[in-house]
Nanobody, 115 residues
Framework: QVQLVESGGGLVQAGESLRLSCVVS????????VSWYRQAPAKERELVAS???????TYGASVKGRFTISRDSAKNTVYLQMNNLKPEDTAVYFC?????????WGQGPQVTVSS
C-alpha cells in the first residue's frame, strides 16, 4: 500500500504564499511523474503541476509564473510553492502518483485565499 501524506494547506490573504508538501511512502523511480491537482467546489479536478526527477515539469495555465513544483527524491517528497495567491486558487489540493498502473491520491489539504 502506498500512502501520500500532504501538509501545508491553510487560509491566507490574496498575494500571500503557501508551500504544500507531499511525502510518498515508498521510493519513486526517477521517470515517474508526481503531480498536484486541485478541485474547487462545483468544478472538475484540474492539473496544477507535474514533475519527474529529470526536471520535466508541466504547469497548468492558470498557475504558470506563480507556482513552482520541485522534488527531493532522497526524501520521496514533492513540494508546491504557491506565490501571489489569488481567491480563484481556493480549492482542495491533491498529490497524485501512478505506480504499477495504480492511481494514488493524497488526502487533499484545503487552500483558502481570501480577497
Amino acid at each position: 500500500q502506498v500512502q501520500l501524506v500532504e501538509s501545508g494547506g491553510g487560509l491566507v490573504q490574496a498575494g500571500e504564499s503557501l508551500r504544500l508538501s507531499c511525502v510518498v511512502s515508498r521510493r519513486i523511480f526517477s521517470f515517474t511523474p508526481v503531480s498536484w491537482y486541485r478541485q474547487a467546489p462545483a468544478k472538475e479536478r484540474e492539473l496544477v503541476a507535474s514533475v519527474t526527477d529529470v526536471d520535466r515539469i508541466t504547469y497548468g495555465a492558470s498557475v504558470k509564473g506563480r507556482f513552482t513544483i520541485s522534488r527531493d527524491s532522497a526524501k520521496n517528497t514533492v513540494y508546491l510553492q504557491m506565490n501571489n495567491l489569488k481567491p480563484e486558487d481556493t480549492a482542495v489540493y491533491f498529490c497524485h502518483v501512478v505506480l504499477l498502473s495504480v492511481d494514488y491520491w493524497g488526502q487533499g489539504p484545503q487552500v483558502t485565499v481570501s480577497s
